[in-house]
């Protein structure tokens, strides 16, 4: 394995081209390697000593994060190695395919805390933590606030939010301290927060990225926490391979045959005569997202009253997400839009 001492503090070296092709079983591939250009973090967070960039202050039960600052002379906008090496984990509240996450204390102040679980998903944390990096800062995106990626288990610390993945909606707005939130307001609230985030996964400063882990709804929404105000952040970032339909870039999500109607009919194997050849199957690009958003929407919205009206208000936009012709289908800003009209027309007048 080649040495992990490259990629430690420096965001400069963050930026240096972490993304080959995932060929070992991953979760995703893409018709070429993506080109450091596209890759490379923005300049405005990489040049930390040159440019106003987000600081970390901590005082015990909160954080302050959204604000520069300086400190002898320079940009400290993370916790360092040294300082992530003071965290506290107290229990495990996590663990998937590449990492395992903590919930943990660093000087009072609870985080959690995601190492790698395998040198053999290396390539997968290190994506993770330069979309991170890349989508920073961001309201509906989760907050960084430290990372230390040399040694052989490298970590990401951010910020903890105690009503966990938005898989367990349902659960969470059941809780009797919460019963009175469970409201058609609060549920669409939230559908317009994954359609705002779907927003900036496919064209924010990332470039054009694809949920990769969403074969079904409940994988694709435990991409996702719930905050204390009962809103959206994306949490996973693992698996957002960059395409370019323009320049020809396109991916697909894993190396496997993928089933169901859930995932868009571009994902399904297209040849009947035949038995599932990874190499044969073709490529697509993000509105693979866009086929998907009616099922999430719906799952979000759940049984509440008034809910069937926000449904017929969005009978439209979602025929259109489930064309079978990917070109058809609206954009991810067109959803957004459609989904603030809807907001502030139908919500805002109860």
């Given at each position: 394995m080649k040495s992990l001492w490259p990629y430690a503090i420096s965001c400069v070296l963050l930026a240096t081209g972490l993304t080959t092709q995932y060929i070992w079983?991953?979760?995703?591939?893409?018709?070429?390697?993506?080109?450091?250009?596209?890759?490379?973090?923005?300049?405005?967070?990489?040049?930390?000593?040159?440019?106003?960039?987000?600081?970390?202050t901590a005082?015990?039960?909160?954080?302050?994060?959204?604000?520069?600052?300086?400190e002898d002379g320079k940009h400290r906008p993370y916790l360092s190695c040294q300082e992530i090496e003071e965290v506290e984990l107290e229990r495990k509240i996590g663990e998937g395919a590449v990492k395992e996450?903590?919930?943990?204390?660093?000087?009072?102040?609870?985080?959690?805390?995601?190492?790698?679980?395998?040198?053999?998903?290396?390539?997968?944390?290190?994506?993770?933590?330069?979309?991170?990096?890349?989508l920073q800062p961001h309201d509906l995106v989760i907050r960084l606030i430290g990372l230390c990626l040399h040694g052989d288990r490298p970590v990401i610390v951010t910020e903890y939010h105690q009503l966990g993945s938005a898989d367990r909606i349902n659960d969470i707005l059941s809780q009797e301290n919460l019963s009175d939130r469970n409201t058609v307001?609060?549920?669409?609230?939230?559908?317009?927060?994954?359609?705002?985030?779907?927003?900036?996964?496919?064209?924010?400063?990332?470039?054009?990225?694809?949920?990769?882990?969403?074969?079904?709804?409940?994988?694709?929404?435990?991409?996702?926490?719930?905050?204390?105000?009962?809103?959206l952040v994306i949490n996973d970032l693992d698996a957002l391979p960059l395409v370019d339909r323009a320049r020809g870039?396109?991916?697909?999500?894993?190396?496997?045959?993928?089933?169901?109607?859930?995932?868009?009919?571009?994902?399904?194997?297209?040849?009947?005569?035949?038995e599932f050849r990874d190499a044969d199957m073709p490529l697509y690009d993000e509105k693979t997202d866009i086929w998907k958003v009616p099922d999430v929407t719906d799952t979000l919205l759940g049984n509440v009253p008034h809910g069937d009206i926000i449904r017929l208000h969005l009978f439209k936009i979602h025929r259109q997400c489930k064309e079978l012709n990917p070109t058809s289908r609206p954009t991810a800003e067109e959803v957004l839009k459609q989904y603030k009209e809807i907001f502030n027309s139908v919500i805002d007048d109860q």
């Open positions: 079983s991953g979760k995703f591939v893409s018709t070429e390697d993506e080109d450091h250009s596209e890759m490379s973090l923005p300049d405005t967070q990489c040049h930390q000593c040159e440019t106003e960039d987000m600081c970390v005082e015990v039960g909160s954080m302050k994060g959204a604000r520069s600052c300086r996450v903590h919930l943990a204390r660093w000087r009072g102040l609870r985080v959690a805390y995601s190492s790698l679980i395998h040198p053999q998903h290396l390539e997968d944390f290190l994506h993770g933590a330069e979309m991170l990096r890349a307001r609060t549920r669409f609230q939230l559908c317009l927060d994954y359609a705002q985030i779907l927003s900036l996964l496919h064209s924010g400063p990332a470039g054009t990225r694809i949920m990769c882990d969403s074969n079904d709804v409940g994988k694709t929404l435990s991409q996702f926490l719930v905050t204390d105000d009962l809103r870039k396109l991916t697909k999500c894993g190396h496997r045959q993928l089933w169901g109607d859930f995932v868009a009919p571009e994902q399904l194997w297209p040849f009947d005569e035949r």
